[in-house]
């Protein structure tokens, strides 16, 4: 969410699985355990609204031009996940992002019927739907079916889609290495991170493109590749000519920077700077983005 709309004159469109709104934790980690999703108690994610300090921090911010203006959100596709028995990031923050865009006029499609806890939903998740445990890649169904999020949200970001691929995929899971980006142990960042390139992509083609974040607990190191073959992106990329960056994030059990689960900075850990373009992490991934893109 953070990226999105700190480059929302670069990205066209986000989907949001169990997030929050922006500079929700207004650089404090205290602020983060007890009202953005980071403390559960006896089952239940604790949550204090922020949403109007949210929106009143990211309009000064656009103001002030320390990311792109707040009116490129208008009319973009946002799709966003959220289980109605999340127990790590509780739904009324999902409502409360829901909320958000829908201030700044996106067109949000917001899946939020699912009796599902804490996770990635993907038809290849390999844990039930109302399960929160390691590698929290979740598979729901509805009216008897395997769902797929993944397809509503490409479709709203691309158009109408071939169908996936259900066989091996031709396109290459390919390593690439962070710390040409400015990665490192120091901002808490994997040496390593993945892109999926489907065939015609790699020959030159023009193609479609998109960047997944995975979610704390979820980088390469602690359930190695299993975000990206069980997040199922790659199999609609790979029939779709659509490029899949995976950067990666890292534990970093302090004392500085402390992100003990190897989430992404959404509460101040690295850079008080971290939902605004000028970011430490945001500034190091927008640079795969422009190697990715050629662009400026």
């Not at 109408?160 to 290495?177: C, E, V």
């Not at 065939?199 to 083609?205: F, I, S, T």
């Not at 605004?276 to 400026?296: A, D, E, F, K, W």
Request: hydrophobic residues 40%; aromatic residues 12%.
């Amino acid at each position: 969410m953070q990226m999105h709309v700190a480059h929302s004159a670069v990205f066209k469109g986000a989907a949001i699985y169990a997030g929050g709104v922006f500079h929700c934790a207004q650089d404090s980690v205290v602020l983060a355990l007890a009202e953005c999703g980071g403390e559960t108690i006896n089952g239940q994610a604790l949550y204090q609204s922020t949403l109007a300090q949210s929106e009143s921090y990211l309009d000064q911010q656009s103001a002030a031009a320390t990311i792109d203006s707040a009116s490129h959100l208008q009319a973009q596709p946002v799709y966003l996940w959220s289980g109605t028995k999340d127990s790590v990031v509780n739904p009324q923050e999902m409502a409360d992002l829901n909320s958000e865009y829908l201030h700044y006029g996106a067109r949000v499609t917001f899946d939020n019927a699912f009796a599902a806890d804490h996770g990635w939903e993907s038809p290849t998740g390999e844990l039930p739907c109302g399960t929160a445990a390691s590698p929290y890649m979740i598979a729901c169904t509805q009216n008897g079916q395997v769902y797929d999020s993944e397809q509503k949200w490409l479709a709203l970001f691309f158009g109408t889609l071939s169908p996936r691929s259900s066989g091996a995929l031709q396109g290459s899971l390919m390593r690439f290495d962070q710390t040409e980006f400015g990665a490192s142990a120091a901002n808490s960042m994997d040496t390593n991170g993945t892109v999926f390139v489907p065939q015609p992509c790699a020959g030159g083609a023009t193609c479609g493109f998109v960047v997944v974040f995975h979610g704390c607990l979820q980088g390469h190191v602690q359930i190695g590749d299993r975000f990206v073959t069980e997040s199922g992106i790659d199999e609609w990329a790979d029939t779709n000519k659509i490029i899949v960056l995976y950067p990666y994030a890292v534990a970093a059990p302090g004392p500085t920077p402390y992100n003990p689960n190897g989430c992404w900075d959404w509460w101040g850990y690295d850079d008080a700077n971290y939902s605004l373009r000028s970011g430490t992490q945001m500034n190091i991934v927008y640079r795969m983005v422009q190697r990715v893109t050629g662009s400026p």
